[in-house]
């Protein structure tokens, strides 16, 4: 009788935007906690501090912006 092969494994999608959803990725494998929301998901920082992920950026900006806050809050972990 033959196994089942198991399906490959998927990855998360944070963001519909390929720019925020590998800084997501990133941000995890430096110590970063990703949690699950009622509309946008959310990123804790290794200091506490929490970042709302854009789910559907409409804006093009809005990497930017994600990369701006995310290095606002890290630099706060630092001091």
């Known amino acids: ?18 720019e925020v959803a ?27 501090r929490r970042l709302a992920v854009p789910g559907t950026p409409s804006d093009w900006r809005a990497p930017i912006n994600f990369r701006r806050d995310a290095r606002r809050l890290s630099s706060e972990a630092a001091q």
Not at 28 to 47: D, E, F, R, T, V
């Open 1 to 18: 009788m033959r196994e089942a092969a198991l399906p490959p494994l998927r990855t998360m999608r944070y963001s519909n935007n390929k």
């Open 22 to 48: 590998a800084l997501v990725q990133t941000l995890i494998k430096s110590g970063w906690q990703y949690m699950n929301g009622k509309k946008h998901g959310k990123l804790i920082a290794p200091n506490g």
